[in-house]
């Protein structure tokens, strides 16, 4: 019984060994696919101690077409805090278009 603590810890560790080395990376593990490639980072003004970056990449899925993946990054303060956001391709197009409405370039 001494040794249920240390075998539990040893499991999530070798689980979360496995997700980083299935996914391609720590971030491809925290996405649930592998990352096939970043098309870009918008990082606005740093606002008081904190700066929130915004990252695109297309991530592999079981479709044909990949997932769009949102990488939200915020620093300052001596922290950080990633937060991911997966979509469908329907899902980011959706996104685009309330996106353009919101800077009144929509329809």
Request: aromatic share 6%.
């Amino acid at each position: 019984m001494e040794y249920l603590p240390i075998l539990a810890f040893a499991a999530v560790a070798a689980w979360l060994l496995y997700r980083v080395i299935r996914h391609g990376g720590v971030k491809g593990a925290v996405f649930g696919s592998r990352i096939l490639e970043t098309h870009g980072e918008i990082e606005p003004s740093r606002r008081g101690l904190t700066a929130t970056a915004v990252k695109v990449h297309s991530i592999e899925s079981d479709s044909v077409e990949p997932d769009v993946g949102l990488e939200l990054v915020s620093r300052g303060g001596g922290k950080y805090h990633m937060t991911p956001v997966r979509l469908s391709r329907a899902e980011a197009r959706r996104l685009a278009q309330l996106l353009q409405q919101a800077t009144g370039q929509g329809a």
